[in-house]
Structure formats: C-alpha cells, structure tokens
C-alpha cells in the first residue's frame, strides 16, 4: 500500500512538474518582418518619451518588438543587434503587470519566470511603475569567456547600445513610446530577478502606447 502511495505521489510530482513547464513557455506569433516606416522616417521620429498610456501590448507587437530589438535574423543564428566577437551575452527580461518572462530568441517565445508584478523594481522613475512593458537588458559575462573583467564591461556596454537603439527605431516606426534607462537599481533588480553572479543588469527600456 506504502508503495502505491509513493508511486502516486511520484507520478503526481511529475505530472505537476510537467504542466508547469509547459505553462512556462509562451510562444509568440510570427515576429512581422517587412513594412513599417522607412528607415530615414523612424530615425527622424526617434526619441525618448517619459509618459505612458496604461493600453497594453498585444502579443504580435511584443513579437514584432522582440525580434526587432535581438532576434535571430539569419539561417547561422545571428541576430539584429550586433555584438563583439558574436558572443551575444544579453538576455532580455520583460517586466509586466501579468508576471515577469525572458526572451527565448531561439524559440521566439517567452518563458514565463514569474506571475508577481515587479514594475516598481524595473526602474527608480515614477512611470515606470505603471507603463506596460519594462526591458531589462542583463549581460552574461559567463558567455564572454575570451575577455578580461575589463573587456566584458567595456564590451557589453557598447553591445547593449545596439539593442537599445532597436527598440527606439523600432518604436518610432510603430507609433510607440520608449525611454532607455540608467536609472534602476541593479542590485534589487538582481534580487527580484534571482539572477547568477555572472548575470549583470546593464540598462532598462521601458515601452508602451504614449499617453
Ligand atoms: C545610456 C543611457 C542612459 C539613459 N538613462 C536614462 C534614465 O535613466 N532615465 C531617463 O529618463 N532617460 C534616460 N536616458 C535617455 C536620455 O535622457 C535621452 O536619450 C536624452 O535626453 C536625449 O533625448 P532623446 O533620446 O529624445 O534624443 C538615457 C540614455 C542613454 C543613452
């Protein structure tokens, strides 16, 4: 009887484990690749905006806005931004009301790391709080494994520009409102993000419909 007990309980803990991992993963749409504003257009409309609706994102935008800013645009796994020595050392962490996720950029999907609403660490400004998607650009200084501590500083500081500047051509072309952020505090966004020592917070972006 004890057997069958441990049994059940086994296959239950494994069924649960499961399902979870399944919740985890939310695939995005196809990411659009073509149309929007010319290049010429979008680089004369950018600019940072401080004041944000509370509209949400649609899921084709935030795919649209995910691949723009760091997806894969070619067959060997490279990617819209670039970065030295193709380490690609950034994951993007998104910090919304529902939950806080990461990008898969090979799966084009998000994995789901959390349901808790975080706004309030994504940044020490006001509209950060309440503005619907916060960026978090976090270098992995594991991935750098040919760089001396000063190079993974001075190399992802300069790769996270790339990204950053994505976002905000990409929001000048779709009508939507970005501001890249120095301001947050890295060590709470550490924390709250249970990242590894070897993860670093460089710049936040926050993203939504202007106000
Ligand atoms: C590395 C970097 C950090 C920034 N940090 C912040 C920030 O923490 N908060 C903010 O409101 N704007 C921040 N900005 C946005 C700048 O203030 C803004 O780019 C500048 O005022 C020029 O305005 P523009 O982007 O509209 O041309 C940052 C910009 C960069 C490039």
Redesign the pocket.
Known sequence: MEKFLFAGLVLSLFLTANMAGQEETIKLPEAKKSGGMSLLEALNNR??Q?SFSSREISQQELSNLLWAAYGINREDGRRTAPSARNVQEFDIYLIMAKGWYKYDHEKHALMKMGSEDLRKYAGT?DYVATAPVNLIFVADHDRMTNYNQDDRVFYSAIDVGFISQNVYLFCASEGLAT?????VDREKLREVLNLRPSQHVI?GQTVGYPE
């Open positions: 600019q940072s401080r400004q501001v890249v952020r120095g301001l710049l």
